[in-house]
């Protein structure tokens, strides 16, 4: 066995880590609060603690050469110390300062001027009070410039569509004042887009720049449904998305993988979102790519060059397979054995199951990537769309909402 690397957080983007790294014989130390966790089967280690568990952190150090992290919901302070005696994080704590709050993002991307929407803080559309007036007293307003629709945003905590809102008219801005914490949220202008795009790229400790295709997402009730690799754009488009890349992971010294989430429309490409870690969007890579995003991942945190991602097939489409029900644990149905068997049958296709105990409505249970055959692009996203047809006709959606 090879080096060994920590990663903080033991879920599903974990247990796909683990699995590249047991290929590429790298030892994978998980932190993680529970032992049914989907990455503590295939772990080298586990210490059993939550992911913000500074102590637990600093065990985990002892273990191995450099810690990254599954998720974004970093305690940066409480592990300052740590980086102060010498342990090493990858991405660095200060380059993930910027990234791991939603208003972070947007101030950073306004200092490197790069496009995204325009917000302001929630608590700017807050009631100032004075010395004769109550909190509570007055009318919400939004600064100059800014008309409803709006969406509004949880700064930390959200993801999968939680920790969002979107405002149809002033009562919806009030009942959001009066509801949440206005001082971790922020309120964005609603982007009209034709359609939403993805990027995942890399930079190593040698500073160099790789990045995955760029490729098209689809939501569903604000969780990603489906992704087709590649998209079919201009190379000015394909371009134009690397050099954002590039521009952001440079000009924080930035070494690991980031995943950017794009709209494209009328008004060009816009940075929706940034995440600093392997993506959901990225999850084809791992049949569809010489180097998936997770080898990327390991290549740079053990401080190895990253190496340059190129599809071994025309394309891919990557279906989630969201929870549709509810059904306990202890539910003899919950593992859905009847339509993963039906979906591991399909032609060209890869199940990935996460071992996640029970269901629930829209939770990611696994996800099926099935490669695609037509050189075409055109032709390629008629094939996607009939592939995606035939899962759906097996995993339904949420709600039953067929996917567009």
């Given at each position: 066995m090879?080096?060994a690397?920590?990663i903080v957080?033991g879920?599903?983007?974990?247990?796909?880590?683990a699995?590249?790294?047991?290929?590429?014989?790298?030892?994978?130390q998980?932190?993680?609060?529970?032992p049914?966790?989907p990455a503590?089967?295939?772990a080298?280690g586990?210490?059993?603690?939550?992911?913000?568990?500074?102590?637990?952190?600093?065990?985990?150090a002892?273990?191995?050469?450099?810690i990254?992290?599954?998720?974004?919901?970093?305690?940066?302070?409480g592990?300052?110390?740590?980086?102060?005696q010498?342990?090493?994080?990858v991405?660095?704590?200060?380059?993930?300062?910027?990234?791991?709050?939603k208003?972070?993002q947007?101030e950073?991307?306004?200092?490197?001027n790069l496009p995204?929407?325009?917000?302001?803080?929630?608590?700017?559309a807050?009631?100032t009070p004075?010395?004769t007036?109550?909190?509570?007293a007055g009318?919400?307003a939004l600064?100059?410039?800014?008309?409803?629709?709006?969406?509004?945003?949880?700064?930390?905590?959200?993801?999968?569509?939680?920790?969002?809102?979107?405002?149809?008219?002033?009562e919806?801005?009030?009942?959001?004042?009066?509801?949440v914490?206005?001082?971790?949220?922020?309120?964005?202008?609603f982007?009209?887009?034709?359609?939403?795009?993805?990027l995942?790229a890399a930079?190593?400790?040698?500073?160099?720049?790789?990045?995955l295709?760029?490729?098209?997402?689809?939501q569903?009730?604000?969780?990603?449904?489906?992704v087709?690799?590649?998209v079919?754009?201009s190379?000015?488009?394909?371009?134009a998305?690397r050099?954002?890349?590039?521009s952001?992971l440079?000009?924080?010294d930035?070494?690991?993988?980031l995943?950017l989430?794009?709209?494209?429309g009328?008004?060009?490409l816009?940075?929706?979102e940034?995440?600093p870690?392997t993506?959901?969007?990225g999850?084809y890579?791992?049949e569809?790519?010489?180097?998936?995003?997770?080898?990327?991942q390991?290549?740079?945190v053990?401080g190895?060059?990253?190496?340059e991602p190129?599809l071994?097939v025309p394309g891919?489409?990557m279906?989630?397979l969201?929870?549709?029900?509810?059904r306990?644990?202890d539910?003899?149905?919950a593992?859905y054995g009847?339509?993963?068997?039906?979906?591991a049958?399909?032609?060209?296709?890869?199940l990935?199951?996460?071992?996640?105990r029970g269901s629930?409505?829209?939770?990611?249970?696994g996800?099926?990537?099935?490669?695609l055959?037509?050189?075409?692009?055109?032709?390629?996203?008629?094939?996607?769309?009939?592939?995606?047809?035939?899962?759906?006709?097996?995993?339904?959606?949420?709600g039953?909402?067929?996917?567009a």
């Amino acid at each position: 066995m090879g080096p060994a690397i920590g990663i903080v957080g033991g879920g599903q983007l974990a247990w796909m880590l683990a699995e590249a790294a047991q290929r590429r014989q790298i030892a994978l130390q998980v932190q993680t609060p529970s032992p049914e966790d989907p990455a503590v089967g295939l772990a080298a280690g586990v210490v059993e603690a939550s992911v913000r568990d500074v102590a637990g952190t600093a065990e985990l150090a002892t273990r191995c050469s450099a810690i990254s992290f599954e998720n974004e919901w970093i305690d940066l302070e409480g592990l300052a110390p740590l980086a102060a005696q010498g342990v090493q994080f990858v991405p660095s704590l200060k380059a993930l300062q910027p990234l791991v709050c939603k208003r972070n993002q947007r101030e950073l991307l306004q200092r490197l001027n790069l496009p995204s929407p325009r917000w302001f803080p929630l608590t700017a559309a807050c009631p100032t009070p004075s010395k004769t007036t109550p909190p509570s007293a007055g009318q919400p307003a939004l600064p100059d410039g800014f008309q409803f629709p709006l969406m509004a945003k949880a700064a930390t905590g959200g993801y999968d569509g939680k920790g969002t809102a979107v405002l149809r008219g002033p009562e919806d801005l009030v009942a959001l004042i009066a509801q949440v914490d206005p001082a971790n949220w922020i309120v964005e202008e609603f982007v009209e887009f034709e359609q939403e795009l993805a990027l995942v790229a890399a930079r190593d400790r040698f500073g160099e720049v790789v990045c995955l295709p760029l490729v098209q997402t689809h939501q569903h009730e604000q969780v990603c449904d489906w992704v087709l690799a590649p998209v079919e754009a201009s190379h000015a488009l394909q371009q134009a998305a690397r050099n954002i890349a590039a521009s952001l992971l440079t000009s924080l010294d930035y070494v690991g993988v980031l995943s950017l989430e794009f709209f494209y429309g009328r008004r060009g490409l816009m940075i929706n979102e940034l995440a600093p870690r392997t993506h959901n969007s990225g999850h084809y890579s791992i049949e569809a790519s010489s180097c998936s995003q997770f080898d990327l991942q390991l290549l740079c945190v053990s401080g190895q060059a990253a190496v340059e991602p190129s599809l071994v097939v025309p394309g891919a489409l990557m279906v989630n397979l969201l929870g549709f029900e509810q059904r306990s644990a202890d539910d003899p149905e919950a593992d859905y054995g009847d339509k993963r068997q039906a979906l591991a049958a399909l032609a060209d296709a890869h199940l990935h199951w996460y071992g996640k105990r029970g269901s629930s409505h829209g939770r990611k249970l696994g996800h099926l990537t099935v490669l695609l055959r037509s050189t075409d692009a055109q032709e390629r996203r008629h094939e996607a769309m009939e592939r995606l047809q035939e899962v759906r006709s097996i995993w339904p959606l949420p709600g039953g909402t067929a996917a567009a």
